[in-house]
T-cell receptor, first 116, second 112 residues
Framework: DVKVTQSSRYLVKRTGEKVFLECVQDMDHENMFWYRQDPGLGLRLIYFSYDVKMKEKGDIPEGYSVSREKKERFSLILESASTNQTSMYLC???????????????FGPGTRLTVL | GQNIDQPTEMTATEGAIVQINCTYQTSGFNGLFWYQQHAGEAPTFLSYNVLDGLEEKGRFSSFLSRSKGYSYLLLKELQMKDSASYLCAVRDLGQAGTALIFGKGTTLSVSS
């Protein structure tokens, strides 16, 4: 079974703190993703990575950065947390797709981050 | 631009059939996915369509029309456990051919 794990289920931080969210997958997937999910807004892509040390901005990268030093690990960094970054953060991974093939994303359990 | 629309909420009764529609606009369509997400849990994969037509998987089926930018998820013989949010997502060639653009989800409530 594919397993995607995230370092914390719940996290409470203060405004201005630097926050690290860690994600690890065990299926040798090339692609890894970070999303945030908010009521009424759905899943929004923050950053993704299709290879080690490679990263691409998603739809809402502002205020975030990422790191992928090893294939199995993708970290999301909030350099200076703000209250509007309170959200559910979901990590996902997938194989790199061949043309037209199904490369379903497997999601981790999520981290509910509260910034006070 | 890219846009995915699906109804916000739907209700149905046990044993019934429900169809959840999804319309999309994207510059480089490369596949459509449906995910199920129970409250407080991570999304899980349900189906994938890249060619026009119907894909059937047990009680769930998904249909795609690329010319119309339209898909639906059909759930038959509804059960209480089908109460969840259903997410339509499109894979776009523009996102390195790999990232998904998600709709806001349809919350389905199944009652007895």
């Amino acid at each position: 079974d594919v397993k995607v794990t995230q370092s914390s289920r719940y996290l409470v931080k203060r405004t201005g703190e630097k926050v690290f969210l860690e994600c690890v997958q065990d299926m040798d997937h090339e692609n890894m993703f970070w999303y945030r999910q908010d009521p009424g807004l759905g899943l929004r892509l923050i950053y993704f990575s299709y290879d080690v040390k490679m990263k691409e901005k998603g739809d809402i990268p502002e205020g975030y950065s990422v790191s992928r030093e090893k294939k199995e690990r993708f970290s999301l960094i909030l350099e200076s947390a703000s209250t509007n970054q309170t959200s559910m953060y979901l990590c996902a991974s997938s194989f790199r797709p061949l043309a037209g093939t199904n490369n379903e994303q497997f999601f981790g359990p999520g981290t509910r981050l509260t910034v006070l | 631009g890219q846009n995915i629309d699906q109804p916000t909420e739907m209700t149905a009764t046990e044993g019934a059939i429900v169809q959840i529609n999804c319309t999309y606009q994207t510059s480089g369509f490369n596949g459509l996915f449906w995910y199920q997400q129970h409250a407080g849990e991570a999304p899980t994969f349900l189906s994938y369509n890249v060619l026009d037509g119907l894909e059937e998987k047990g009680r769930f089926s998904s249909f795609l029309s690329r010319s119309k930018g339209y898909s639906y998820l059909l759930l038959k013989e509804l059960q209480m456990k089908d109460s969840a949010s259903y997410l339509c997502a499109v894979r776009d060639l523009g996102q390195a051919g790999t990232a998904l653009i998600f709709g806001k989800g349809t919350t389905l409530s199944v009652s007895s």
